[in-house]
């Protein structure tokens, strides 16, 4: 039998890989990761998840607009710390595994060759706004991950300095938020100092960055990975899927804002009698379709 190197759905939208000789090392919601020997291959598909669970159709060219923008930004940051990447030419790819050849016009666009690290055990979240679980957090204790915050802060409002709320990285299910001296039990005290200040310098450089380019980053995530005793900046960085991007010309604090992330499947989501447990239902071709065009707008306004 034929091997198929991939597998698309009716809206051609890559929604799994395999790659026959490669060894899968890891499966994500978004991403499947392949080992290459001395580095790993990245690849990101177009499935998309809400609520933890992965719809059954993807979104075409999604895979590529993250990788596209999760590039751009390896490359802005890579002033304030070092990271994952080796390469993402396809050629240079191809040229190190000869088996990846015939996979080539799939892969091209949404692989990564990077370094094999050590994740650390917690989720880097930053925060400039007040939003999603840390809005609910604020409402109920005044605080997020044990910051108190000022008195009488409305939803979507800008925070007096971005904030550090680290979170456990799960497995299934939702991250937990944790205290600062919850995380250094974790990683240690050096190494939470070291990630906390680059998580924040690194949220500031782009929520400026973006702000310029008429987007409001409200919040995002970042994972480091040790190498050689060194701490780099690894998996995918400030993407619809890891951040909310809020659209700087309708900003209204007081109220939830529209997005250029995946909010907008939610939100559809929300309308239906689902339980929020998989599997996921069919998402329609309209939703698709817009879904598609906030993102390539926010890939368009960032890198143009």
């Known amino acids: 039998m034929e091997n198929i190197s991939h597998r698309k759905n ?12 490669l060894t899968l090392f890891k499966k994500g919601k978004v991403r499947d990761v392949y080992d290459m ?11 998309i998840s809400a609520f ?29 710390i070092k990271n994952q990447i080796i390469s993402t030419d396809i050629d240079f790819i191809v040229s190190q595994e000869k088996k990846l050849e015939k996979y080539k016009d799939m892969l091209s666009g949404r692989s990564m060759l990077v370094k094999k690290t050590q994740p650390l055990p917690i989720e880097c979240v930053v925060r400039g706004y007040l939003a999603g679980s840390g809005w609910k957090e604020y409402q109920k204790t005044g ?57 924040i310098n690194i949220y500031k450089k782009c929520a400026d960055y973006a702000f310029d380019k008429g987007i409001i980053i409200a919040d995002t995530k970042f994972e480091f990975g040790k190498t050689d005793d060194e701490i780099i900046l690894i998996d995918e960085v400030l993407t619809p899927d890891s951040s909310r991007f809020w659209p700087k010309d309708t900003y209204s604090p007081g109220k939830g804002q529209p997005s250029f992330d995946k909010q907008f499947v939610r939100d559809y989501l929300e309308t239906l009698d689902w339980d929020k447990t998989p599997p996921g239902p069919e ?22």
């Open 37 to 47: 020997g001395k580095g790993l291959l990245i690849v990101a598909t177009d499935r």
């Open 10 to 21: 009716s809206n051609k939208a890559v929604i799994s890989t395999s790659l026959p000789g």
């Open 143 to 199: 605080s997020i991950s044990g910051i108190k915050l000022p008195q009488g802060l409305s939803e979507s409002e800008k925070l007096p300095q971005p904030i550090f709320t680290p979170s456990t990285k799960a497995e299934s299910g939702h991250d937990e938020n944790i205290s600062e001296a919850q995380a250094k039990d974790i990683v240690g005290e050096k190494v939470f100092n070291f990630v906390k200040q680059a998580t």
């Open 52 to 80: 933890d669970v992965i719809m059954p159709n993807g979104i075409p060219d999604k895979g590529k607009i993250l990788t596209e923008m999760s590039v751009f930004w390896f490359n802005l940051t890579k002033d304030i």
């Open 283 to 304: 998402l329609p071709q309209e939703i698709i379709e817009k879904t598609q065009k906030k993102y390539r707008q926010a890939l368009k306004m960032l890198t143009q």
